[in-house]
């Protein structure tokens, strides 16, 4: 394990149990499973933004909150600057949620519309103790609201979010992280509902919170566009499984994975002169309970797939600097021909 | 020939504080069989303007002044039953959200034979084969025509949307933000699709987007809207290749893109106006790099040059 990692995640893996009719209940003893996180494995330095894309339904947020232990993993380890929190109390993991933050995607829906921009903030200062009396609180208060760029602080202070553009409502969630001092934050679609000169804002932001702060971060989107615009690394999902790993300007111009591949294919570019590609895989991401699916999940979808593909599971391999794959075509157990 | 043109339109939404001017003196026509990208960010009056084109704008909103010509006929003044006629049979929309579009206890089927039965004077049988080859001129298996709309993905609901609007073969269709919030892999799919209707039906399409680059793919002209007005309108090779109003320039210049080196972006400071009370002169000043005392004072008239349309006062 590598010890200077912020966050090791070892064989992570979160089942949902299926509902199954009555019948098959009473004549095969088990349920099977939605395999949501299947065997992830990673690691996040110190300082560092890994991005994980994929389609809705692959995991991705599944993944976060089983690592911030809202959700219980079904197995694997999660490492936290060396502990092991996964197998942690409760009350013996508090003092790791205020270190383990998250961003959430929609700032309408995750703010209390009750409650003006300075109680929000100061209700998470007094939840975790950080001031010891109301002119520290407010103290506190200021400086996080200048520091998520909301000046003068003095015209947000009394507000109530719905007086607020959806960029501004980002910059109070961020801050209601950012006073928690947190050394690892999960930004989960935190810009897609953004316009886009506003994303730009936020994203730079995220920037800041890094150098100045040193937080790790793990930005989790289906937009490879941002993705490359702010990730070092970036992991690539489908189905529950990491399909390709790497240094973000590696997986862009050279995609190893045939599901990396279309994803790239299928983001448009802002140029009218593009020509349209032609899209490489067919259908959607499928509903598919545990025993489905025996070889590589993508194998129904993939232009290259092959009868193997179908019965054989694909490991990690290395293609590159930092950079790993999983498919058989790659390892060389199949060719196309 | 222009299918749809539009003059001087104003939509205020009526509010306590006073009209909300969502819309103001805007004009453009678009030709037949071409498409029309409508860009901007949140609140610049993109969806009312393409709401407008249905006279779809509901009270507090009204249209205070202004023509929207349809085939050369005026839809403003017109009634509620005159505007029935056209709405479905002529115009017809594909919305952002399919799932909030389609009625949940109606049958694929049902939604679409019941368009194509109130507007033509055919038999049951017929219209449930038209609506047959309607959702495989989608991509849909006709099998699934008894599915109900939970028993679709987000991209089928999509899919089976437009199959629903291009029933009765509209001449004009309004496209608001058909592809927002699906997966790019599925937009992709749809984009294509779209491709496919508008070559098989001839249709002339206003889209609206806040993604360039699912504009820059899809439409003949582009129309940049800021704070209810017309900034800029061109052609959509030169608009990304040489925009000329700094709006128009910094919202380009604030998109990423996958391809091409990584490159520094700037995010436009400061929002959108308001549109009550809306700053003097010309809209973008307060946010302006290039802004003159001039800006402030004088509001710039749209004027032409090399077939393009430009509002400002430093481009001359």
Same mark, same amino acid.
């Given at each position: 394990m590598n010890q200077n990692a912020v966050l090791t995640i070892e064989n992570l893996k979160k089942h949902f149990p299926l509902r199954k009719g009555l019948f098959a209940a009473l004549l095969k003893g088990e349920r099977s499973h939605l395999r949501a996180v299947d065997n992830i494995n990673f690691s996040l330095g110190k300082k560092e933004i890994l991005g994980f894309v994929g389609e809705s339904g692959c995991g991705k947020s599944t993944m976060s909150r089983t690592i911030l232990q809202l959700l219980e993993p079904t197995g694997g380890k999660i490492y936290f600057k060396g502990t +092991?929190? =996964? !197998?942690?109390s409760r009350k013996q993991f508090k003092p790791f949620r205020k270190k383990m933050q998250m961003i959430f995607q929609d700032p309408f829906g995750s703010l209390n519309p009750r409650r003006t921009v300075s109680e929000i903030l100061r209700q998470t200062i007094k939840i975790h103790n950080l001031a010891k009396d109301r002119p520290a609180e407010d103290a506190l208060i200021k400086k996080t609201l200048e520091e998520v760029g909301l000046n003068p602080v003095e015209e947000y202070w009394n507000k109530y979010p719905q007086l607020l553009s959806g960029g501004q409502l980002q910059r109070v969630s961020i801050g209601r992280v950012l006073v928690l001092q947190p050394e690892l934050v999960i930004a989960d679609e935190s810009v897609s509902m953004l316009d886009v000169s506003v994303r730009i804002g936020i994203l730079d932001l995220l920037f800041k919170m890094r150098d100045k702060h040193g937080i790790s971060f793990i930005y989790i989107t289906h937009d490879l566009v941002t993705a490359r615009y702010i990730c070092d690394r970036i992991a690539i999902m489908y189905l529950g499984n990491i399909v390709e790993i790497g240094p973000t300007e590696e997986i862009i111009n050279? *995609?190893?994975h045939p599901y990396t591949q279309a994803l790239i294919t299928a983001v448009p570019v802002p =140029? *009218? !002169?593009a020509k349209v590609p032609e899209l490489p895989i067919k259908g959607y991401v499928p509903v598919a309970p545990? =025993? !489905?699916? +025996?070889?590589?999940?993508?194998a129904l979808r993939c232009p290259y797939g092959k009868k193997n593909c179908r019965s054989e599971k694909p490991q990690m391999i290395r293609v590159g600097d930092e950079h790993f794959a999983s498919c058989l075509l790659i390892d060389g157990s199949i060719s196309i021909d | 020939m222009a299918l749809i043109e539009v003059e001087n339109l104003k939509i205020y939404f009526m509010t306590r504080r006073g009209p909300a001017k969502a819309v103001d003196d805007i004009g453009f026509s678009i030709e037949k069989n071409k498409t029309l990208g409508l860009i901007g960010e949140s609140g610049c009056g993109k969806t009312t303007t393409a709401m407008s084109l249905m006279k779809f704008i509901k009270p507090p909103g009204r249209i205070v002044g202004g023509s929207i010509r349809f085939m050369g006929n005026?839809?403003?003044?017109?009634?509620d039953e005159q505007i029935r006629q056209l709405r479905g049979k002529e115009i017809s929309i594909v919305r952002q959200e399919a799932q909030n579009a389609l009625n949940p206890v109606l049958t694929i089927g049902k939604q679409i034979t019941e368009m194509i039965l109130e507007h033509e004077s055919v038999t049951k049988k017929t219209a449930l084969a038209r609506a047959k080859k309607q959702l495989n001129l989608v991509g849909i298996s006709d099998q699934r025509i008894t599915n109900f709309p939970h028993e679709f993905s987000g991209g089928m609901k999509q899919r089976a949307m437009a199959a629903i609007a291009t029933a009765c073969n509209p001449k004009f269709l309004i496209l608001d933000e058909p592809t927002t919030g699906l997966d790019v892999v599925v937009q992709r799919q749809i984009l294509e699709m779209l491709r496919n209707l508008k070559k098989e039906l001839n249709l002339t399409a206003v889209f609206i987007s806040h993604d360039l680059s699912v504009v820059a793919e899809t439409c003949d002209r582009v129309a940049v809207m800021y704070g209810g007005k017309i900034m800029e309108e061109s052609d959509t090779v030169s608009l990304y290749q040489n925009p000329l109003h700094p709006y128009s320039k910094a919202l380009i210049g604030a998109y990423p893109s996958l391809k091409g080196e990584r490159r520094q972006l700037k995010s436009i400071p400061g929002g959108p106006p308001s549109l009550i009370d809306p700053p003097p002169g010309c809209r973008f000043t307060p946010r302006c790099e290039l802004a003159q005392s001039i800006c402030s004072q004088e509001e710039p008239v749209l004027k032409t040059i090399d077939g393009r349309r430009i509002a400002c006062h430093m481009v001359k």
């Open positions: +092991r929190v =996964d !197998t942690l050279h *995609p190893r =140029d *009218p !002169t545990e =025993d !489905t699916i +025996r070889g590589c999940s993508f | 005026d839809i403003v003044p017109m009634t």
